[in-house]
């Protein structure tokens, strides 16, 4: 996968994706919730009790409903029951009729089902029989989820479950379904197989036995990615806060706080110079302070929603000490935002305005379980069986950080590369996005109880959350705020973060981008399929917001650093030194805490 690959990936089907966006979130409600009644619930496979005790004391081991059980069940015992079928009695054949009737060739349904491109079928454009095995037993399944008596949010897990079998069973994923594979061992004479294996080695000892999708050693911190002078001017147990040098010979009064999600580390704001947000600002005259979290151990398990409140207000405390502004502006990012969105609230209760403006970027507030395949696993028993088992052990660790994020869609974050770096002996590509997304940390286990609760029972949004002591109102944020969404984004689903906008008092700004959860905060600013979307009516339904948006061509956060330096105060002198009012430089940016593992 090479650079290119990656940015029209993401950016270039971005915009077709926003076009068409109105149902990134409704057209999976609606297919969820499609009624079956009156379809005849036995028509799945045979019966077989002893898989189906054994499949229902696992899965209510880990806290999933009767209901849901029965689901995962089901479609365990049709992938047995459908591969036998498909490879024992012809379904392939009827697969291939019945793609023939709907106007679909071999090649079509080898790209559409297994993934396997027209340029790897053989001359005549027919599928080997361990594919044409596949395709029926993914129609089957289909089929057998189709006529099994599911509706709602039962039939949306079963059809996510089904749709991870599919794309980790597909043949292309082996070295005897991959044609491409096979000729790149016989032109290499096996030497692709031997860097595969290698691969697969440093995967075991270094990557938790998953595919990397990067080079892990094509970039080092502070040099090519995480660059932007600056010094550390703070350091607690739990945060690190970043004061980074000007470029411009005057600045704007009130400096910016950058706080990024408790599972990532913070340069995604901060990659290549190229890429860099954080560049992008101090160019603008704009001061800005990042905060860098601590990669917690298990003797850091009770720190809380509160703990990461505190250090945000902290980090504000500091900024304006050190700069003289009674404000500044607040910027969260992904899970980060929850933290400054309570923060900010907590300041005004608190009957304190330090907040200038508030930007909320790629970040729900507002938890829906229907949002994202996320919600399809919280329900009371889960989230407490969750919990359990992460008290245990004191951290929500990387793996399983990874994890929640890469099985949301296997094929794109594990499978592609399963097949590049161990069936083709490719290197992992040198991306500094994807570099960065392998740098995962852990979470304490009481903040990841807080964020389960928070999705389950909304209070956030609710009016019902109290942090510090105080009543976290967001109603009561009565300053400026800058919402942006991602309109390929499925971690965070854009009309998941528009629900933000009537949450707060303050006079609100909503911007959709052309990019992914990732992508919206690092994409250069010379490329040139960016898009955003405006309108300024903010109605209630976020498909009526995009059916009069405007599209603009061009990067977003050029609108928002010019919606920033309106809220930013008069110009003054920049400052020489880092540091002040009690505040020393500590180290050189990235800091400390970056590195920690």
């Not at 479609?75 to 490879?87: C, D, M, Y």
């Not at 079963?158 to 070295?175: C, E, Q």
């Not at 790629?362 to 229907?370: Q, Y």
């Not at 008092?505 to 992508?519: D, I, K, R």
């Amino acid at each position: 996968m090479t650079d290119a690959t990656v940015e029209a990936a993401g950016e270039r089907n971005g915009v077709a994706a926003a076009r068409g966006a109105r149902p990134v979130g409704r057209e999976r409600r609606k297919k969820a919730g499609d009624a079956t009644a009156g379809r005849d619930s036995t028509a799945g496979p045979a019966s077989m009790d002893w898989f189906a005790d054994a499949q229902r004391q696992l899965l209510s081991a880990i806290g999933l409903p009767d209901a849901t059980a029965g689901t995962l069940f089901g479609v365990a015992q049709s992938l047995l029951h459908s591969v036998g079928a498909a490879l024992t009695s012809g379904a392939a054949a009827s697969a291939g009729k019945r793609a023939r009737r709907s106007g679909t060739d071999a090649a079509a349904t080898a790209r559409s089902t297994s993934g396997t491109p027209a340029s790897a079928l053989p001359d005549d454009g027919q599928l080997p029989p361990l594919e044409q095995a596949y395709i029926a037993w993914s129609v089957a399944l289909d089929d057998w989820l189709s006529n099994a008596g599911l509706d709602g949010m039962e039939l949306a897990r079963a059809r996510f479950v089904a749709r991870i079998l599919k794309d980790v069973l597909a043949p292309h994923n082996s070295l005897v379904g991959n044609p491409a594979a096979r000729q790149r061992a016989r032109e290499t004479k096996g030497e692709s197989l031997r860097r595969g294996l290698r691969n697969l080695m440093d995967d075991l000892r270094h990557n938790h036995g998953y595919p990397a999708v990067a080079n892990r050693h094509a970039f080092t911190l502070g040099v090519e990615v995480a660059s932007t002078p600056g010094e550390v001017i703070l350091r607690t147990e739990l945060l690190e806060l970043i004061q980074y040098r000007p470029v411009t010979p005057q600045v704007h009064a009130v400096p910016i706080v950058y706080v990024f999600s408790q599972v990532n580390r913070f340069y995604l704001g901060d990659l290549t110079a190229d890429r860099s947000l954080f560049r992008a600002l101090l160019d603008a005259g704009i001061t800005v302070f990042a905060v860098s979290w601590r990669n917690p151990t298990p003797a850091q398990r009770n720190w809380g929603l509160d703990s990461y409140v505190d250090g945000v207000i902290r980090a504000i405390d500091a900024a304006k000490a050190i700069t003289g502004s009674a404000q500044v502006s607040l910027v969260g990012v992904c899970a980060g935002g929850i933290a400054t969105a309570v923060a900010a609230a907590v300041l005004r209760a608190r009957g304190r305005s330090d907040v200038a403006c508030l930007s909320q970027f790629i970040n729900v507030l507002d938890n829906r379980l229907e949002d994202s395949e996320f919600g399809l696993w919280l329900t009371e028993a889960s989230v407490a069986a969750q919990k359990r088992e992460v008290r245990a052990r004191g951290v929500f660790t990387e793996k399983q950080v990874f994890e929640m994020f890469a099985w949301l869609r296997p094929e794109e974050n594990v499978m592609a590369f399963l097949r590049s770096n161990y069936l083709l002996g490719e290197e992992p590509p040198s991306h500094p996005l994807l570099f960065w997304s392998m740098d995962y940390t852990r979470m304490p286990a009481r903040l990841h109880a807080d964020h389960l609760e928070l999705s389950l029972h909304n209070a956030l949004a609710r009016g019902e959350l109290k942090s510090l002591g105080m009543h976290a109102d967001l109603a009561g944020i009565d300053c400026p705020v800058y919402v942006m969404a991602g309109s390929t984004d499925h971690i965070t689903p854009w009309p998941a973060c528009y629900r933000s906008v009537p949450l707060f008092a303050g006079q609100c700004e909503f911007v959709l981008t052309s990019q992914n959860h990732t992508q919206t905060l690092c994409a250069r600013e010379d490329n040139r399929h960016l898009r955003y979307w405006r309108n300024p009516a903010l109605p209630t339904d976020p498909e009526t917001w995009f059916a009069d948006a405007q599209e603009v061509q061009g990067h977003w956060r050029t609108h928002w650093i010019a919606w920033l330096q309106s809220h930013s105060g008069a110009l003054c002198d920049a400052p020489v030194h880092a540091g002040g009012a009690g505040h020393v430089p500590l180290c050189a940016a990235p800091g400390t805490y970056v590195l920690g593992r």
